[in-house]
Nanobody, 122 residues
C-alpha cells in the first residue's frame, strides 16, 4: 500500500514562509510525478504545483517544488505567504509518467496523502 505523509504545516504570519514535506513509501518514487494540491475551507481542492520524476526542482511564483529521489521526498517551499494561502495541503503521486510530465488535474493522480493544515494569520 502506497503511503504519502505530509508534514511541516502550521501557523505562519503573512509574508512568512513555510516548507512542507511529503514522504513516500512503497512507491516507485523515481518513476512518479508528484504534485501538491490545496483545499481552503468551503472551496474545491485546487492544483498548486507538480514535478516530474526527471526534474529536481521547479519554481512557480511564490511556491517552489523540489524532490529528492534518493530519499523519496518531495517538498513545497512557500514564501510571501498570504491569508488566502490558508488551506489543507495535499501531496499526490502518479506512477509511471513520461519524462517531464507535469500533471495538474486531481484525476491524474493515483495516490494521496492525508493533508497538512497551513494557516496564514497575524
Amino acid at each position: 500500500q502506497v503511503q504519502l505523509v505530509e508534514s511541516g504545516g502550521g501557523l505562519a504570519q503573512p509574508g512568512g514562509s513555510l516548507r512542507l514535506s511529503c514522504a513516500a513509501s512503497r512507491l516507485d518514487f523515481s518513476s512518479s510525478t508528484m504534485g501538491w494540491f490545496r483545499q481552503a475551507p468551503g472551496k474545491a481542492r485546487e492544483f498548486v504545483t507538480s514535478i516530474s520524476w526527471s526534474t529536481t526542482d521547479s519554481v512557480s511564483g511564490r511556491f517552489a517544488i523540489s524532490r529528492d529521489n534518493a530519499k523519496n521526498m518531495v517538498y513545497l517551499e512557500m514564501t510571501s505567504l498570504k491569508p488566502e494561502d490558508t488551506a489543507v495541503y495535499y501531496c499526490a503521486a502518479k506512477y509511471g509518467t513520461n519524462r517531464g510530465a507535469v500533471l495538474q488535474s486531481e484525476s491524474d493522480y493515483d495516490y494521496w496523502g492525508q493533508g497538512t493544515q497551513v494557516t496564514v494569520s497575524s
